[in-house]
């Protein structure tokens, strides 16, 4: 079956970079769209990245330019590289396949001092 498994999250120092990492299986990781939402205590998912099959990528405005999206088809993993966090950063991060209506369990990101 389907499964998404997040890591690299954790507490940081606003200013900070921090990797989060998705690892895929259970369908052919290549050929679909992966997603990285976000989501705070009482308030909806937001998307903040995707990346297409052909390596094309879309940003939330509040990311653009500190987070990076990325994929390696070959470890069936996709990656958030994120940037000079800020407080409002701070949030449980999920990887998700829109194909298959798949989310992980989520990874908690902390900016904070």
């Known amino acids: 079956q389907v499964q998404l498994v997040e890591s690299g999250g954790g507490l940081v120092q606003p200013g900070g970079s921090l990797r989060l990492s998705c690892a895929a299986s259970g369908f052919t990781f290549s050929s679909y769209t992966m997603t990285w939402y976000r989501q705070v205590p009482g308030k909806e998912r937001e998307l903040v990245a995707s990346i297409r099959s052909g390596g094309n990528t879309n940003y939330a405005d509040s990311v653009k330019g500190r987070f990076t999206i990325s994929r390696d088809n070959a470890k069936k993993t996709v990656y958030l590289q994120m940037n000079s966090l800020k407080p409002e950063d701070t949030a449980v991060y999920y990887c998700?396949?829109?194909?298959?209506?798949?989310w992980g369990q989520g990874t908690q990101v902390t900016v904070s001092s």
């Open positions: 998700y396949t829109l194909q298959f209506n798949s």
